[in-house]
Structure formats: structure tokens, C-alpha cells
């Protein structure tokens, strides 16, 4: 049980480091999140990640290399030929990727282009919004008796061929909202029942949060009529019901609450 | 984009923070959850948690309600009546699982717990386990064109009638070393390949971490063979064959690292 921690590593210039964001509550960046931005001289950030996270890097240049829905503002070989660049000129560099950086969102192809490169790099896990975001809503994404396993996949992937949906409990859909009508189509062929609840959340954890509910045959209506858009995230399964015990306590006590907060 | 951040919430007596410390490395401990553990009167930890995450606690009194395998220590029932309790009297209580306290590891049951009693409480989120021990071992859970979605289970739940194994191109298996023969046996039966490449993680993101990889149905003689035992998590896909583009190089330039340090 007992055990020496690694010693804190220091920054080192030329080094890339790809860091998970969380999912937009502040408080979710983890120490060494915190630890990297502030010694970074230069930060590419994602259009997820929330002003309060962004300000922890205070001594660092700012590149806004988001990608907003399908259009990408700047190609994914463009970021990584900038990465390779940066540090090769001694910066030291941090990827600021929203939740996690290897749960999509292309870090996997970063780091890849980096190790080939033989550029230095260092993962920092981030809070996944898959689990968080659902958690912040009162859904829990396993529960005993209810859900023992959870799967993860994005609404882009439904929008080709298959591969089919994942089969699991509890199914997340991370940028889910455009595709809704297709997600709700493959998790019925993958056998899910069109009664099983489903929730909607709009900028999980961030204070314009918005959860809708509803049933997972009525999930491309939903989004339309509620005017859902993205970043949204999709959570199918019956622990979705959860949401009940859970969270209508917020209204009534303001007893649940994710983590929130500027932490300094 | 720009957003005005929460405020930051002053920790409440008589209220329970359910914390997830994160897979075990004191670096990926999350802000807020540093925050809570400062303020705490009184801190339940699973036998999971590092001792550098627990001396953050500075002011609490620690009690190790710790599960080792199948026996616990402390049953569940006691410990939600424990954190009832301790609420009640007025304490600042923080409830510190290893990984995420909703994704397995009972965190759920808990909040249910508390919610029906009527103690307030608030869901802290951590790096989770599932994701981030991979990524630490070189293992990205998804990456573009070779895993597009991502399932997380438990060796318990093998060990039991189905609910079949979940469904997705990485399968993430937590607890798995005890029941890595079910375990094996339930994905080759939900369509994996017998030649798909695994990996067994033991005490991932710790100093001693140790990685070993196989093929899907070699697991269990693997495990046996090179003593492998809990904690251990289990990761099955073809993703795992990215490990020796990404985790080679450590070896060689000590170029690749995952969070890791005393952060203070």
C-alpha cells in the first residue's frame, strides 16, 4: 500500500504535452494539467476548452486550432506539423485537448505523429466527458443491478458504414446531436428497445448546462424540437432513470452538485 | 466560447464529497478534488488510493474502508450508513475512491444512499481508471481507423450468469486477473477474435507499474504465468498493437511519460 510517488516531473522546452482538458468545469483539470499549463510558452487549444482553463496558461502563446462541427479550421496535419515545429524550436508546448486526449478527439494520431517524428511528449489523462457529463447530470453510467458495463462511441462514426454500435449497458455518444436520427437507428439494430431512456446534455458541467430526457425512439425529435446543438452528449440506458433519485434532489435541496469553481 | 466560470464552492459541514482520486498517479488528482480533500474532517479511502493523494488530507480523520478482492473489509451497507452518519454529525466527509466514483466501484449505491436519506452531497469526477491506465501503458482506447468505440466491464460481472459482454472495437476490463479465463471465454463468445492483441496492466500509473501483452486467448495462461495480480486492469483490441509505436520510445529517449509527480 504504501508507496514512494514519482518525483514531479519538470517541464522540459521542446517537449510536447497532450493534455486533457476536462469537460469544461474548471475544478475537473487535474494537478498536472494545471502544473503543464503554467509553465507552457505555447498553448493549441481546442474551441471546447473554457476560458477559466485557458487562463492558467499565463505565460503562454495562444493557437485556437478548434474544430467546430465538421469543418475543421485548421487540418489535422497542419496541428500536427505545428507541434513537430514548435518543439523542435525549443518551445515548450502543450495540446489542449476538451476531456480526455486519447477518448477521440484525434490525440492518438498526435501522439503517433510525434513518436515518429521523435519529438519528446508526455500524456496528461483528462476527466473523460463521457462519464463526467453524464455524472454531473445525475446519471451515473454504471450502477449494481442496473448497468454493468458502459460504452463510448461518437456520432460521426454512425455517419459512414459501419462498424455497428456498440453493445453495453449504458451507451454514451460523444458529438452526438447531429446525427441523432442515425445513432438512434444503429442502437435499435444493435438490439437496444426503442422504450429505453435516454438523456440529452448540452454543455455538461459548464452553467448553461441543459438536460433533456426522453425515451430512445424519440431522440432525433428531441434534439430538433428542444433545439439541442452542439456540444451535446447522448447517454442511452436504463440507468438514465437514475437521473430521478439523483438529481431532482439539485432542485430541491441544492444538495448535488458536480465539481465547479476557480481554484487557486 | 467566453463563459463566466462557477463560483467556486466553499466546502459545507454535515455534506459528503464522493471523490475520484484517479488511477493512482498524485499528478492526476483532479483541482477541485485537491480542494475538497484539503477541507475534509473526515476521509473514507478504498484500499486503491495512493499515500501521496491521502496526505493531502492534512486535517482528517482517515478511515480505510478498503475492499481487497472479493472480501470487504467494510460491508457496503456499513459504509453508507458510516457516511450517513458522519453528515449528520456535521462533519465535512470526503468518500475517496480510486478512478471515478461512478464508473463500477459502487459509487452509485452511495449516492442513492445519501440522496434517500437526505444528506446533501456532491459528485467530484475523476480521471478514470479505465482510460487512463492504458494511456499511461502506451494504449490509446480509441484511435481513427482502428477503434472508433470503447466498452468498460468488470471481471465480477463475468463471474456470474450473462449479462453477455459488452460489444465495441476496445474492451476495457476492470478487476478482470481473477476471472481472466471468463473473462476471455465471454469475448471470444461476443464475436472477438482469439488472435486480437490484449494487455494486462498491473498497478498502472504507479512506480512499479508492470505491462504485459498477448493475445486474447492466451490471457489467462499469461496471467498465471507471469504472476500477475490485482489491481490490474485487462485491455483488449487492436489498438493495443499502438503500444509499440507509442511506448517503445520510452525505452529508447525517455520521450514518453504520463503525468506523474507531487504537485504542492
Same sequence: chains 1, 2.
Avoid: W
Avoid at 54 to 66: I, P, S, T, Y
Avoid at 197 to 226: F, H, K, N, S, Y
Amino acid at each position: 500500500m504504501a508507496e514512494s510517488p514519482r518525483r514531479s516531473a519538470a517541464l522540459r522546452a521542446g517537449t510536447v504535452y497532450l493534455v486533457g482538458a476536462g469537460p469544461g468545469d474548471p475544478g475537473l483539470l487535474t494537478l498536472r494539467g494545471a502544473e503543464v499549463l503554467a509553465a507552457a510558452t505555447v498553448v493549441y487549444h481546442d474551441y471546447l476548452v473554457t476560458d477559466p482553463i485557458l487562463r492558467r496558461a499565463a505565460h503562454a502563446r495562444l493557437v485556437d486550432v478548434g474544430k467546430v462541427g465538421h469543418g475543421p479550421q485548421t487540418t489535422q496535419d497542419a496541428i500536427e506539423r505545428a507541434l513537430v515545429q514548435e518543439a523542435r524550436a525549443g518551445e515548450c508546448v502543450v495540446r489542449l485537448k476538451g476531456g480526455d486526449p486519447f477518448v477521440f478527439g484525434r490525440g492518438t494520431e498526435e501522439a503517433l505523429a510525434l513518436a515518429d517524428a521523435g519529438v519528446p511528449f508526455e500524456i496528461v489523462p483528462g476527466v473523460s466527458s463521457a462519464f463526467a457529463v453524464p455524472a454531473a447530470a445525475g446519471i451515473p453510467v454504471t450502477a449494481r443491478g442496473i448497468a454493468s458495463s458502459v460504452a463510448v462511441m461518437t456520432g460521426h462514426s454512425v455517419a459512414g458504414p459501419p462498424p455497428a454500435a456498440p453493445v453495453a449497458d449504458t451507451v454514451v455518444v460523444l458529438m452526438g446531436v447531429a446525427n441523432a436520427a442515425a445513432v438512434r437507428d444503429r442502437l435499435l439494430q444493435s438490439g437496444m428497445k426503442p422504450a429505453t431512456p435516454a438523456a440529452v446534455i448540452q454543455r455538461g458541467t459548464c452553467p448553461d448546462e441543459r438536460v433533456v430526457t426522453c425515451r430512445l425512439d424519440e431522440l432525433p425529435e428531441v434534439v430538433i424540437r428542444e433545439g439541442l446543438t452542439a456540444p451535446s452528449i447522448l447517454v442511452v440506458g436504463e440507468a438514465v432513470r437514475l437521473r430521478e433519485r439523483l438529481a431532482l434532489r439539485v432542485a430541491a435541496r441544492d444538495g448535488v452538485r458536480v465539481a465547479a469553481g476557480v481554484h487557486d
